[in-house]
């Protein structure tokens, strides 16, 4: 079975800091890493992928994420946070590519980012 | 056309009432998903639909039915729901195999709030 776990239920940066949210992943095979976004009172938005290739993915808004297996994180971060970046962040494992719709999407509990002016 | 379009977007219902709650993609998407999302919380997967049939059931109570009419459309039919019920229902929808699998595209969701 497969899990992520997001450190931190709550981060705060002021405008213009680095923006840092993490995520590490359980997983028996090569798992596939995704980076949700949740503005209040709307639906997910994907931020980012990971499924093979290149590491180091990066997905709108400036946002990237660096796939390190030695490490079993995919840790999602920004240059620099806009007052627009304050959202609910997830970070999301599956197992396989779902061909015939049997495989799952399992969500961590989420990062609440705050934005300081 | 990339839009997941969940209808309506609040709902009150009591107990007794039935009501459904609808989605409609039109991407081409041959898998469509409902998840339940309280308040602070993940979403939860529901029900997946792959060609227009039921793939997952993750166990959830019979007073919630779901019905694929065909590729483009999602239906959640609610009959006696307890408030504990009361959520933001998200509808969302993926392509079955290739690079964009996996991928979901979800709607803006369906506020629940069961009396």
């Given at each position: 079975?497969?899990s992520?776990t997001?450190?931190?239920?709550?981060?705060?940066?002021?405008?213009?800091?680095?923006?840092?949210l993490?995520?590490?992943?359980?997983?028996?095979?090569?798992?596939?890493?995704f980076?949700y976004?949740?503005y209040p009172?709307?639906?997910?938005?994907?931020?980012?992928k990971?499924?093979?290739?290149?590491?180091?993915?990066?997905?709108?808004?400036?946002?990237?994420?660096e796939?390190?297996?030695?490490?079993?994180?995919?840790?999602?971060?920004?240059?620099?946070?806009?007052?627009?970046?304050?959202?609910?962040?997830?970070?999301?494992?599956?197992?396989?590519?779902?061909n015939?719709?049997?495989?799952k999407?399992?969500?961590?509990?989420?990062?609440?980012?705050?934005?300081?002016? | 056309?990339?839009?997941?379009?969940?209808?309506?977007?609040?709902?009150?219902?009591?107990?007794?009432?039935?009501?459904?709650?609808?989605?409609?993609?039109?991407?081409?998407?041959?898998?469509?998903?409902?998840?339940?999302?309280?308040?602070?919380?993940?979403p939860?997967?529901?029900?997946?639909?792959?060609?227009?049939?039921l793939s997952?059931?993750?166990?959830?109570?019979?007073?919630?039915?779901?019905?694929?009419?065909?590729?483009?459309?999602?239906?959640l039919?609610?009959?006696?729901?307890?408030?504990?019920?009361?959520?933001?229902?998200l509808?969302?929808?993926?392509?079955?195999?290739?690079?964009g699998?996996?991928?979901?595209?979800?709607?803006?969701?369906?506020?629940?709030?069961?009396l």
């Amino acid at each position: 079975a497969q899990s992520v776990t997001q450190l931190g239920s709550h981060v705060s940066v002021s405008e213009g800091a680095l923006v840092l949210l993490r995520c590490n992943y359980s997983s028996s095979v090569p798992p596939y890493l995704f980076w949700y976004v949740q503005y209040p009172n709307q639906g997910l938005q994907l931020l980012l992928k990971y499924t093979t290739g290149a590491t180091l993915v990066k997905g709108i808004n400036g946002f990237e994420a660096e796939f390190k297996k030695s490490e079993t994180s995919f840790h999602l971060t920004k240059p620099s946070a806009h007052m627009s970046d304050a959202a609910e962040y997830f970070c999301a494992v599956s197992l396989a590519i779902s061909n015939f719709g049997n495989e799952k999407l399992t969500f961590g509990t989420g990062t609440r980012l705050t934005i300081i002016p | 056309d990339t839009e997941v379009t969940q209808t309506p977007k609040h709902l009150v219902m009591g107990m007794t009432n039935k009501k459904s709650l609808k989605c409609e993609q039109h991407m081409g998407h041959r898998a469509m998903y409902w998840y339940k999302q309280k308040a602070k919380k993940p979403p939860e997967l529901m029900f997946v639909y792959s060609y227009e049939k039921l793939s997952i059931n993750e166990s959830v109570p019979s007073r919630f039915s779901p019905e694929c009419p065909n590729s483009s459309l999602l239906n959640l039919h609610l009959h006696a729901l307890q408030p504990e019920d009361s959520a933001l229902y998200l509808c969302a929808s993926s392509r079955l195999g290739g690079p964009g699998a996996n991928v979901l595209t979800f709607g803006a969701g369906s506020r629940l709030t069961v009396l």
